[in-house]
Every structure is written in C-alpha cells, then in structure tokens.
C-alpha cells in the first residue's frame, strides 16, 4: 500500500519543489486537466515533474512528454482521491498530524526543531512540508475505509494456499513488473491495443533497452516511476496472475508477455533469497490481574497484588488457588491464571517486558499494562519450532497482502474510469 512517512530526500525534493513552482508560476497560470468539478494547473504540473525528478533522482526516468504523461495521471489519481475522501468526511487531526510530522523527524535522527531547521535550510515552507503529509495520511486512510477493511482471509484460504507451490516454499523474490491495464468490461479492440502496447515494450526490452526505464515510461502499475520495482516479496505477494511464472524463473529473467485479469504484465526476476526456520523462546507462565475501576484505585490495585505475592512467596499458598479467587482475567482465572505457551510477540510489551525479565519459578513484583495491574510467575521456558505457525500467520498475510493490492488496483481503476477527466495535454 502507499508508504506515509518518506524519506527527508523525498519530503524535502517534494515540498521545496511545490514552492519553487509556485514561485516560477507565470501570471495566468494556464489550465491543463479539469477533475469533475476540479481542476489542475500548468504549476502544479511543472511543480510535480521536477518533484519527481529529484525524488527518483539517479533512476532511467522517462523524458519530454513521457514524463509529463506520468506525472499528469499521478496528479489526476491524487487529486480524485482526495475528492472522494473529501466527501466522505476523512480527515486528519492535529495532535495525529503533528506525531506524524514527529515520527519523520525522529526517522531522520532529529528533533522537531532540528527538523524544521533543516526544511528552512532547504527552503522548504514547513506548513507545506505538513499539508503533503496530511493529504498522503488521508489517502492512506481512504484506502484503509475502502479497500483494506473489506478484505477478509479464511482459514480454508490459508489451506488451500499452503497446498500450493507458492504456499510450501520459503522464497522471496525481488520483482520488476510493467503493467499495462484495460478497462472493466473492455472491448476486443482496447484489449488488443493494450497487448500490443505490451508486446512493443517487451519489444524494445529484448532489443537492449534497460527495464525499468521502459517501466517508467509505459507501465501504469502504482511503481512505475520507480522503475516497476516491486521490492522483496514472497511468491503470495505477488499479483496472482504472475506468481506462478516467477518461481519459475531465473534470477534476471525477463518474461513473456503475461495476461490476467484486466491487465497484460511483464515480469523481469531480479533476484531470489531463501527464508530461514522459525526458532523461538517460548515462555509458560501465569498471572493475577487487579484492574483499576471506580472504588479500585491504582495504590489499591498494587496493595493487594503485593499481598497476594507475599502470601505466595512466605506464607506458601497457592499461586493457581490465589488466582482463581482474586484475578480480574475471567479468561485464565479458572484456569489458576495459566496463560499457557506464549511466542514472543503474543502479548502487550509491558507484560512482555516484565514477564521476560524474570527467571523459572520467579514471581515479579506488580506492574501496570493496559489491562490493569498484574504480578506474574515464569514457569518454564523452551525453544520452540514456530516455523508451521509462521507459515500460517504468512501465508495469512500474504494472501491479505495481495488481494488488498488486486482489490485497491481494481477500486482505482474505477474510480478513475466513472471520473469526468479532461486532459488537455492529449488535446
């Protein structure tokens, strides 16, 4: 899905470009797209293409016209999805705004002043510099409403995918990919004007020239200026349409033209590594929790976890007795308070800070997690071969992964397909 914090390069190409845009605007800043009922400037236009330049800076970027064509639909696609998160009411908080605005300071080794010192610097407007995050926030969140939640994963999806060959093996690929997409419901003449845009570019792919700069110029994948590069990914990551012809490539492969769904890909391998066994400490312990409430004050809640510990450690009563009578988790009360085997990661950190800091047989003094007030005792640990739960847990979120991605393409496509669009750069 979109990334929302980028790099310090990247907010800073963006946001210093947009300024320098604006200040290098002609007076009648002439119209090039209207959006429905919006429309997008000459400014903007210039702004965004050198934004992107410097932000892929180093990479085989289209030039002239093929570059504007890119930058103009990202514009468009952007512009209508904050339309649409417009009239369904999305927005952005300042206190979540501004701890965005501090986890990217914190991302690039700096305090908030030190941060906006630096985007000066740059003469970047730092109200600029919150506004892009703000709209890349609320798409973010627009996509979460329209397409994230939406997206369900059964236990007999997570079956019959581990059946698979994608499902069994413990690879990840690294993937470059040129997408070329139709429209729902396309017509014969559209779908083979696609394919032959397809196969033109493979074309000129197997004549010698490099893939990811005829990715970026032709492909209309969500990676395109990024040379169609996908990143590491296991095999149900990948779109569907494709997987099964990457596990069977080489590493620096180039495919055929491939056919799925509403779009004709090219797929090149760049490379393959392979995952490791799942070993983890598991711990065995059990616990009483004292929760706070309107007559239980914190002190109170301590108070009588300390009593219960004292009466466990120098009296010699009974942790599991103790447990079934006074714990507040009606989950594990009647079980004296077992939690049974936990992997690391199964638990809220402050319970698993404290219960990993004890020994076997050790009972913690009372501490505070977002459930109450809690003491507990480790009763065994063990090192465990996790590695099948992994594979569930994996196969469970690549296969969330990958239809979020077809179904987020496939709400994209609509949305701009039921659009008003006027491109005056093709008139």
């Given at each position: 899905m979109t990334a929302i914090f980028q790099s310090l390069r990247a907010a800073v190409?963006?946001?210093?470009?947009?300024?320098a845009g604006a200040a290098l605007a002609e007076p009648i800043d002439r119209i090039v797209a209207v959006v429905n009922d919006d429309i997008i400037l000459e400014s903007e236009l210039r702004a965004e293409t050198v934004s992107v330049q410097q932000q892929f800076a180093g990479q085989n970027l289209p030039t002239g016209r093929e570059l504007e064509r890119q930058v103009m639909e990202r514009l468009i696609m952007?512009?209508?999805?904050?339309?649409?998160?417009?009239?369904?009411?999305?927005?952005?908080?300042?206190q979540t705004l501004n701890a965005a605005v501090r986890?990217?300071?914190?991302?690039?080794?700096?305090?908030?002043?030190?941060?906006?010192?630096?985007?000066?610097?740059?003469?970047?407007?730092?109200?600029?510099?919150?506004?892009?995050?703000?709209?890349?926030?609320i798409i973010s969140r627009l996509h979460q409403q329209q397409v994230e939640r939406q997206v369900e994963v059964s236990q007999?999806?997570?079956?019959?995918?581990?059946?698979?060959?994608?499902?069994?093996e413990d690879m990840e690929y690294r993937v470059s990919l040129i997408q070329i997409s139709t429209p729902d419901a396309a017509s014969s003449d559209a779908i083979a004007e696609a394919r032959e845009q397809a196969e033109s570019a493979l074309a000129e792919i197997r004549d010698g020239e490099d893939f990811n700069q005829v990715a970026a110029r032709v492909s209309d994948g969500q990676q395109a200026l990024e040379g169609g590069d996908l990143g590491w990914r296991q095999a149900g990551q990948l779109p569907s349409a494709i997987a099964e012809d990457v596990m069977a490539m080489e590493s620096g492969e180039v495919s055929e033209v491939l056919r799925g769904g509403n779009a004709f890909y090219i797929v090149k391998l760049e490379d393959r590594r392979s995952e490791d066994t799942q070993i983890v400490t598991q711990t065995r312990a059990r616990h009483i929790l004292i929760q706070p409430s309107e007559v239980v004050s914190d002190q109170d809640a301590q108070a009588r976890l300390r009593s219960l510990r004292e009466r466990i450690v120098e009296d010699g009563e009974s942790f599991s007795a103790l447990a079934q009578s006074h714990s507040d988790d009606r989950g594990t009360a009647?079980?004296?308070g077992d939690l049974d085997w936990t992997s690391p990661g199964q638990l809220v950190p402050d319970f698993q800070r404290a219960m990993d800091s004890l020994e076997i047989g050790e009972i913690s003094e009372p501490f505070q997690s977002q459930f109450g007030?809690?003491?507990?005792?480790?009763?065994d640990?063990?090192?465990?071969?996790?590695?099948?739960?992994y594979r569930r847990a994996r196969a469970a979120s690549q296969i969330r992964e990958r239809k979020g991605e077809e179904a987020l393409e496939g709400w994209l496509r609509r949305l701009r397909d039921d659009a008003f669009v006027d491109n005056r750069l093709e008139s």
């Open positions: 190409s963006l946001a210093v470009v947009l300024f952007k512009r209508l999805q904050l339309n649409r998160a417009a009239q369904m009411g999305i927005t952005v908080d300042e986890r990217v300071a914190q991302q690039n080794n700096m305090g908030l002043p030190e941060f906006q010192q630096a985007l000066q610097a740059e003469g970047i407007p730092f109200e600029r510099f919150r506004q892009d995050l703000e709209e890349e926030i007999q999806e997570i079956d019959e995918f581990l059946a698979t060959a994608a499902g069994s009647s079980g004296g007030w809690h003491i507990v005792e480790v009763l640990r063990r090192e465990h071969d996790s590695t099948e739960d």
